[in-house]
């Protein structure tokens, strides 16, 4: 069953057309599933889950990091119980959503948005990862129109979103978030509309597949 992993840039409809392949696939989508199975497993509401989603360790943070360094006795009041010498929260939340990544992708037929999902499954060959982009102004007009805010509102809040998600995959994953390299395919949802985007990425799954079955022949002929 297909595995397919979605990122996108803020306002490129990137969730909304992963939403859709999903129910075309019958598969499950994750995204708010993902945050909610770390707050049950972090213990720790919700809404401060979703605070830790795709961001990068804040001051407080790694200001705590520096007093441990510093004072090994020194234990952050507020993380999570770990195993390790010093984690903090934001830590926590990568490592346990990197194991429910991990988890979906065993199972299948799933389609997983955001998360770094690409680079947590970079090395398995039958996922099939797909980014979604749009130039600013296009992205910047999505935005107003779905949240009812002014333009300079939407371009700050596509700036941060974006700026944090990169600076996320910078920190955990020393990569560049705007990079091509992990993907299969990108679509450009200013110039392709949802039904043309949703038609090429199930097209892409089905070639993966049978690429995916041709080079397992190939290695049982060689055997």
Same mark, same amino acid.
């Given at each position: 069953?297909?595995?397919?992993?979605?990122?996108?840039?803020? +306002?490129?409809?990137?969730?909304?057309?992963?939403? /859709?392949?999903?129910?075309?696939?019958?598969?499950?989508?994750?995204?708010? /599933?993902?945050? /909610?199975?770390?707050?049950?497993?972090?213990?720790?509401?919700?809404?401060?889950?979703?605070?830790?989603?795709?961001?990068?360790?804040?001051?407080?943070?790694?200001?705590?990091?520096?007093?441990?360094?510093?004072?090994?006795?020194?234990?952050?009041?507020?993380?999570?119980?770990?195993?390790?010498?010093?984690?903090?929260?934001?830590?926590?939340?990568?490592?346990?959503?990197?194991?429910?990544?991990?988890?979906?992708?065993?199972?299948?037929?799933?389609?997983?948005?955001?998360?770094?999902?690409?680079?947590?499954?970079?090395?398995?060959?039958?996922? #099939?990862?797909?980014?979604?982009?749009?130039?600013?102004?296009?992205?910047?007009?999505?935005?107003?129109?779905?949240? +009812?805010?002014?333009?300079?509102?939407?371009?700050?809040?596509?700036?941060?979103?974006?700026?944090?998600?990169?600076?996320?995959?910078?920190?955990?994953?020393?990569?560049?978030?705007?990079?091509?390299?992990?993907?299969?395919?990108?679509?450009?949802?200013?110039?392709?509309?949802?039904?043309?985007?949703?038609? #090429?990425?199930?097209?892409?799954?089905?070639?993966?597949?049978? /690429?995916?079955?041709?080079?397992?022949?190939s290695s049982t002929e060689?055997?």
């Amino acid at each position: 069953m297909p595995v397919i992993t979605i990122s996108r840039l803020t +306002g490129s409809g990137g969730a909304e057309i992963g939403e /859709q392949l999903a129910e075309r696939l019958g598969a499950r989508y994750l995204n708010k /599933q993902i945050i /909610q199975e770390a707050a049950q497993r972090l213990n720790i509401s919700e809404a401060t889950a979703a605070e830790y989603n795709e961001r990068a360790e804040d001051f407080s943070e790694r200001l705590a990091r520096v007093l441990w360094v510093a004072d090994p006795t020194f234990a952050p009041v507020s993380s999570p119980a770990s195993s390790f010498p010093f984690e903090s929260t934001t830590d926590a939340f990568v490592e346990i959503t990197r194991k429910l990544v991990h988890e979906a992708a065993h199972t299948g037929n799933a389609v997983i948005f955001g998360h770094g999902a690409h680079f947590i499954l970079a090395h398995h060959p039958d996922v #099939l990862h797909v980014r979604f982009v749009a130039p600013l102004p296009f992205r910047v007009e999505q935005v107003m129109r779905r949240e +009812g805010v002014n333009r300079a509102e939407a371009e700050r809040r596509v700036r941060a979103e974006d700026e944090r998600r990169a600076n996320h995959i910078r920190q955990y994953y020393k990569a560049d978030w705007n990079a091509p390299d992990p993907f299969h395919l990108i679509l450009n949802t200013a110039l392709l509309d949802e039904a043309a985007c949703i038609r #090429l990425v199930l097209e892409a799954v089905e070639q993966l597949k049978r /690429q995916h079955k041709g080079h397992s022949h190939s290695s049982t002929e060689n055997e």
